[in-house]
């Protein structure tokens, strides 16, 4: 169930680090900068083949997990705290949560909204970051200087035809880490969002019901930002001083200006 790798014991040590949804894209490439930062992280997802390969090539530790489904995150939490007292190695200066987990399913007007994907999305991108939050922010809390960082999307700043569904709950959670940050002010724990645009990932795969050629077509014609563009971010607001807390860090590709401009670059385009 838990990899632990020993190499990782002299590493300088930042504390340990909880990444959601780190079985794919952006998840597994903020673990791997994490990690390479020098941060003890546990990695969690529900296809468990993939965080377990990730933890075992970056030194981490994986446990299952579906943010969907609360004794899940039940479950994943008391690992994270046990793995604090009796797998050596893992205290350290400060705590940190990304709450990266989500994605978009369906793309249909709202007058065709089909109910279950709306569902679905609010339970993962909302009340999955909502879960995980009730779960260790105690455990962030007595570290003195804990940082929850999650991953929002420009569709929580700006509605798109089709998008309804995902716009809201992006909405939704960026309304949540607004009232966070305000309930813990004076408190030792930053509370930071990172918003990308386009990012090539398996994020359009998702959305589309596995239709590849659907989901390419998306970054059809542009330079789209890489889960490692996104990782870099969240590993550089980790790393800054506890006093400094990052609100919101909105990041596009250059061909994108906005959640619905986008320069698609041609043969033309010389
Ligand atoms: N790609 C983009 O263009 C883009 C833009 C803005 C924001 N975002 C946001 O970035 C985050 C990461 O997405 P991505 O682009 O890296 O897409 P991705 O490659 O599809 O990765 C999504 C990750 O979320 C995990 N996940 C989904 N539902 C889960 C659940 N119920 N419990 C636990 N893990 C779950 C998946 O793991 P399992 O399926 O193994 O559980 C996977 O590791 C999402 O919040 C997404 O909304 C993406």
């Not at 260790?136 to 007595?142: G, N, R, T, V």
């Not at 990172?194 to 090539?200: L, Q, R, S, W």
């Not at 906005?258 to 385009?269: K, L, N, V, Y």
């Amino acid at each position: 169930m838990w990899v632990y790798c020993p190499d990782m014991a002299g590493a300088r040590m930042r504390g340990m680090a909880v990444v959601t949804g780190a079985s794919s894209g952006i998840g597994a490439a903020t673990a791997r900068a994490l990690a390479g930062d020098g941060w003890r992280v546990v990695v969690g997802a529900r296809r468990v083949d993939r965080i377990e390969a990730l933890a075992a090539d970056i030194g981490a530790l994986s446990h299952q997990l579906d943010v969907d489904d609360a004794d899940s995150v039940e479950r994943f939490a008391a690992f994270v705290t046990g793995a604090d007292d009796d797998r050596g190695g893992m205290v350290g200066p400060s705590r940190l949560l990304v709450n990266n987990a989500g994605g978009a399913l369906g793309w249909a007007p709202v007058a065709d909204a089909d109910e279950q994907q709306w569902r679905a999305m609010y339970e993962t991108n909302v009340l999955g970051v909502v879960r995980m939050i009730k779960a260790l922010l105690p455990m962030l809390e007595a570290r003195g200087d804990g940082t929850v960082v999650t991953v929002g999307s420009i569709a929580g700043y700006e509605p798109y035809p089709n998008g309804g569904g995902y716009n809201a709950a992006k909405f939704a959670v960026r309304a949540a880490m607004s009232a966070l940050r305000q309930e813990l002010l004076g408190r030792p724990v930053r509370v930071c969002e990172i918003d990308p645009g386009m990012v090539a990932t398996e994020f359009s795969l998702v959305r589309f019901g596995g239709d590849a050629e659907r989901a390419a077509a998306v970054y059809e014609g542009v330079t789209p930002l890489t889960a490692e563009d996104v990782a870099e971010c969240i590993r550089w607001v980790a790393a800054r001083p506890p006093h400094v807390n990052v609100d919101q860090l909105v990041v596009l590709a250059r061909d994108q200006a906005g959640a619905r401009q986008i320069h698609r670059h041609t043969a033309d385009d010389g």
